[in-house]
């Protein structure tokens, strides 16, 4: 005997920064609004570059948004009666996120996350990688590199920082493909590169 499935996955849509992550988050809540589907969006709290209650895209493209401070004030905040879970950002989420959309998606919820698949220097940036396992569907997005207009599949930071996220900085970041991305530029204090 097969045991009934239920309506529940996971969805997951990953890139680089300028892929337009968010954008194809906004368009696929937003069809669920248009059919009156019970849905909630999530955002990471420290996220607030833009607006405070919304996810905003590059191209100015909203949906209103919940800020939760990880991943169990996120389950926490979720109403029984919501179908479609939005979730951006996901990689500013602890690793705990994982087994909760795991569990979410086991119980018939639709989860969507839209997050950076790598970092600045091109490190796997979970959790989003750990979500494409457990993900039915994984959307990867490509930017337009900001220097030859070719496949962009890399963030580059173009500006010095120790840190692994700059905060409300989209000047700070280019979306580049795999000939233009270059470790070494600005000089990057990880790699012990000394500007020579
Ligand atoms: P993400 O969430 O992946 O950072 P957004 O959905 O917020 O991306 O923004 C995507 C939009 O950004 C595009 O539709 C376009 O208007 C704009 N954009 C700016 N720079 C680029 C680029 N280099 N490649 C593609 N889109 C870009
Ligand atoms: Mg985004
Ligand atoms: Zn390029």
Known sequence: MFRRSTDGWVEVIC?????????????????????????????????????????????????????????????????????????????????????????????GKQVIIAGLDTDYLRRPFEPIPSLC???????????????????????QRIVRSEDLVVLGAVDSYEARCRMCYDPTEPEQPELGWDGE
């Open 15 to 107: 890139g680089p920064m300028f892929s337009g992550k968010s954008e194809e988050l906004i368009r696929r809540v937003t069809r669920s609004n248009i059919a009156r589907i019970p849905v909630q969006v999530f955002k990471p709290q420290l996220d607030n570059r833009y607006a405070d209650a919304e996810v905003v895209s590059h191209s100015s493209l909203r949906v209103e948004a919940t800020p939760v401070n990880g991943s169990l004030e996120l389950l926490k905040a979720i109403a029984d009666t919501t179908e479609v879970i939005g979730i951006d950002e996901g990689q500013f989420f602890d690793d705990g996120l994982v087994d909760i959309v795991d569990n979410l998606a086991a119980t």
């Open 133 to 155: 396992d457990r993900a039915e569907y994984v959307t990867k997005m490509l930017a337009v590199c900001h220097r030859c207009g070719g496949p962009g599949m890399y963030t």
